[in-house]
């Protein structure tokens, strides 16, 4: 099928005791934000962490991604929680 990729774009990354956080996210969410407005997002939802993907996911769209968006945030500090939207 044309359009489809076999191989993920895969980023390697050692977590230290300062990161709050990991976002995996299909390109539909990486074409449309940078990774500055993803934490920006996430850090603007702390009230409500579990909304975070859902927020992600719609930024995403109404900065106009027109491919499939996934996001899936996981905190790694107490206080946080996690979530998968897909759309």
């Known amino acids: 099928v044309d359009g489809i990729i076999a191989e993920p774009e895969?980023?390697?990354?050692t977590?230290?005791?300062?990161?709050e956080f990991v976002v995996?996210?299909?390109?539909g969410l990486w074409d449309a934000l940078t990774h500055e407005q993803v934490i920006a997002v996430i850090q603007?939802?702390?009230?409500?962490?579990a909304m975070s993907a859902q927020r992600l996911v719609t930024e995403a769209i109404t900065s106009g991604?027109?491919?499939n968006v996934t996001a899936i945030v996981a905190f790694l500090k107490p206080?946080?929680?996690h979530e998968l939207v897909s759309v």
């Open 44 to 49: 603007d939802t702390v009230k409500q962490p």
């Open 24 to 27: 995996i996210a299909c390109d």
């Open 65 to 67: 991604s027109t491919d």
């Open 10 to 13: 895969i980023t390697t990354r």
């Open 15 to 19: 977590l230290t005791a300062a990161d």
């Open 79 to 81: 206080g946080g929680s």
